[in-house]
Nanobody, 116 residues
Framework: QVHLVESGGGLVQAGGSLRLSCAAS????????KAWYRQAPGEQRILVAS???????NYADFAKGRFTVSGDNAENTVYLQMDGLKPEDTAVYYCRIFTSIRADYWGHGTQVTVSS
């Protein structure tokens, strides 16, 4: 069973930056995409950004221009650089890796809190 572990969350002031990391417990050679989601209290989990195996990146509208998703295939990690953070970015952030054989792995989440 593959495990994903997120790190890098924390408390930051509005306008600040955080870099989230997600590491898999083993190499996943055939992934379809790696992604970051977030879930704020009382709300549904939503997509923040994803990176496909071919390198294409996709962003939610609120993330465009502020967040950057990247990945290291050799180390099986995925990162989310978040700049210009706003209080409304406060949420638990989850990483996800979906493979070509439709295995679907999720981390347990890391809390991001942005103070005004």
């Amino acid at each position: 069973q593959v495990h994903l572990v997120e790190s890098g969350g924390g408390l930051v002031q509005a306008g600040g930056s955080l870099r989230l990391s997600c590491a898999a417990s083993e190499i996943i050679r055939d992934f379809s995409f790696k992604a970051w989601y977030r879930q704020a209290p009382g709300e549904q989990r939503i997509l923040v950004a994803s990176i496909e195996s071919g390198g294409r990146r996709n962003y939610a509208d609120f993330a465009k221009g502020r967040f950057t998703v990247s990945g290291d295939n050799a180390e099986n990690t995925v990162y989310l650089q978040m700049d210009g953070l706003k209080p409304e970015d406060t949420a638990v952030y989850y990483c996800r890796i979906f493979t070509s054989i439709r295995a679907d792995y999720w981390g347990h989440g890391t809390q991001v809190t942005v103070s005004s």
